[in-house]
């Protein structure tokens, strides 16, 4: 059974940075995509990062240049590297992740995700 668990939320001020990390057991095969989604209180779900298993990445608009997706295969490993933190980034982060081919790009639809990390950042 294919697990995914998100680690490294917590709160932090505006401008600061958190690592988030998602752990992934259960599949020994390689995924065709991973990704990070959030959803804000009374928000829509936003895709935010993407990366394909041969280390492309694409992002979303309003985390591009202050967030870095990347996959540690070796330690089958998710990351998302997240810098100059707004308050607007505040919300609950999901790893997620597919393994059939699909376009990899940020979305909240890939059919295996975790439960789920909360980041709130304040001013």
């Known amino acids: 059974q294919v697990q995914l668990v998100e680690s490294g939320g917590g709160s932090v001020q505006a401008g600061g940075s958190l690592r988030l990390s998602c752990a992934a057991s259960g599949y020994s095969a390689t995924y065709y995509c991973l990704g990070w989604f959030r959803q804000a209180p009374g928000k829509e779900r936003e895709g935010v990062a993407a990366i394909t298993s041969d280390g492309f990445a694409q992002y979303a608009d309003s985390v591009k240049g202050r967030f870095t997706i990347s996959y540690d295969n070796a330690k089958n490993t998710l990351y998302l590297q997240m810098d100059s933190l707004k308050d607007e980034d505040t919300a609950m982060y999901y790893c997620?992740?597919?393994?059939?081919?699909?376009?990899?790009?940020?979305?909240?639809?890939?059919?295996?995700r975790g439960q789920g990390t909360q980041v709130t950042v304040s001013s």
């Open positions: 997620a992740a597919t393994v059939v081919a699909v376009k990899c790009v940020p979305r909240s639809d890939f059919p295996l």
